[in-house]
Every structure is written in C-alpha cells, then in structure tokens.
C-alpha cells in the first residue's frame, strides 16, 4: 500500500539515499550538521524531506478531494436533470387534467343544454 501511494517508508530505506517516493533525496552523514550522535538513524528523516512528504500528501489528498468534488457535481448535474424530466412529466399530466376537464365542463353543459331543449318541446307540444 506505501509503494501504490508513494509514502516514504522508513524500513526500507538504504544509507546514502532515501527511495520509495519519487522525491529520492539524497542525504550524508553531515545532515545533521554536527549535531547528535553522528549519522543519523533510519527512523529520522530530516525537515526538509519531512516538508517535501507532507507536501506531496496534501497534493494527493487535494486531488481525491477534487475527485469527489467532480463526482458530486456529476450526480447534481444528473439529478437536476432528473428533476426537469419529472417536471416536464408533471407538466404534461397537468395538461392533460386540464384538457379532460375542459372536455367534461362541455359535455355537460351540452347534454344539460340538449336536455332542457328537448324537455320544453316536450312540455310545449303535449
């Protein structure tokens, strides 16, 4: 898992030089400038690739978090989509409605009207 992200590990790490990530920063006896017991034991890393590591973690978390942030846009963008196609749906039902009720107020009023028609010939001729 180390190699697949490029996370410096310290076991194994060879004298001289630092490998495992792409940074390969090469290092002496003197990096700690005098300092301490002499060489530097490979469990210490020193400020320099400490920041150069963290950097290059930041970068790899900032790009997931880019990719997650393009794939919440991408599922926004579908369910706005969703939603102007249930909304044409609904549209169209309502059109519909409409339409049918037009057509029954119509009916009705004909049939009430032919109705009246022929109930007064009826009343007026008998």
């Not at 792409?22 to 002496?28: A, E, P």
């Not at 020193?46 to 790009?63: A, C, G, M």
């Not at 846009?73 to 519909?96: G, I, Y």
Request: net charge neutral; with cysteine; charged share 30%.
């Amino acid at each position: 898992m180390n190699e697949q992200h490029k996370i410096i590990s310290m076991n194994k790490s060879q004298p001289g030089k630092r490998s495992g990530s792409s940074l390969d920063i090469s290092y002496s006896s003197h990096d700690n400038n005098g300092r301490g017991d002499g060489k530097m034991n490979d469990k210490f890393v020193t400020r320099t690739e400490l920041e150069l590591s963290s950097e290059k973690l930041l970068r790899h978390i900032d790009e997931h978090f880019k990719q997650v942030d393009d794939h919440f846009n991408q599922l926004e963008k579908k369910m706005d989509a969703n939603k102007a196609d249930t909304d044409l749906k609904f549209e169209q039902v309502n059109t519909k409605f409409e339409k049918q009720k037009v057509w029954f107020y119509g009916t009705a009023i004909g049939i009430v009207t032919a109705t009246c028609t022929i109930v007064g010939f009826l009343i007026h001729y008998l």
